[in-house]
């Protein structure tokens, strides 16, 4: 079964405007990763936050982790037509070293 | 260019074939895996090889038979698949040996049954 849950499903945006993600999952981690995906390509991995830690930034990207809630969010700053793609959120559980565990994804468009 | 690379690119097969997916990677990484990815979908995780040993199998139908010949190659062999193996196959590899890190994606292979 799937662990996380992104949402929305699809969101389109301007160029410029600000993108945010949102992915929520079910059972403890040891971390959480996020990975883009443009059409017909393989993941790219982005960014990982453990569960020990509240935010992460990179470049143009911020990543925020509430274990509490069980959810993260993935904020793209000044998007640009470069970011279209699917961004896929990715849990690691302690009791697996090598399951990564995928939602089901956000499509975002970024308009020019 | 990925860091891991997949052939062919593309694939397209009759029920009866046998055919195989190849996968490459030269960062050193000892731990490999096959992901099936249908359109619009997550990725699935089928295998995974840690030091050339499978380390897990995800119940994937025996027509499916991973291999992995040394550290930096990782194969996919196929028989007898069905219409609904149709999709794109994704290889990944990651470091130490374990998934702690980010793992690292080819482009896939897309693969398409008669």
Redesign the interface.
Same mark, same amino acid.
């Given at each position: 079964s799937q662990q996380g849950e992104e949402d929305p499903q699809a969101l389109s945006i301007q160029e410029g405007e600000n993108a945010t993600m949102n992915c929520s999952y079910k059972t403890s981690i040891n971390n959480l990763q996020w990975y883009r995906q443009n059409s017909g390509r393989g993941l790219v991995h982005l960014i990982l936050i453990r569960s020990n830690e509240r935010e992460k930034h990179s470049g143009r990207l911020r990543v925020t982790l509430d274990t509490s809630k069980k959810s993260s969010s993935l904020l793209i700053t000044a998007s640009r037509a470069a970011d279209t793609a699917s961004y896929f959120c990715a849990t690691k559980s302690g009791g697996s070293n090598y399951k990564l565990t995928f939602g089901k994804g956000t499509l975002l468009t970024v308009n020019p | 260019d990925?860091e *891991?690379t %997949?052939t062919p690119k593309h694939l397209v097969m009759g029920m009866t074939n046998k055919k195989s997916l190849k996968c490459e990677q030269h960062m050193g990484h000892r !731990?490999m895996?096959w992901y099936k990815q249908k359109a619009?979908? +997550?990725?699935e995780?089928m295998f *995974?090889y840690?030091y050339e040993k499978l380390?897990?199998n995800e119940s994937v139908p025996s027509r499916f038979s991973p291999e992995c010949p040394n550290s930096s190659l990782l194969n996919l062999h196929l028989h007898a698949l069905q219409p609904e193996d149709s999709a794109l196959y994704?290889c !990944?590899s990651s470091p130490w040996g *374990?998934? %702690?890190? +980010?793992?690292?994606?080819?482009?896939?292979t897309?693969l398409s049954i008669l």
């Open positions: - | 990925t *891991v %997949q !731990a895996y619009k979908k +997550p990725p995780l *995974v840690s380390s897990i994704l !990944a *374990v998934s %702690q890190g +980010p793992q690292h994606f080819g482009d896939g897309r």
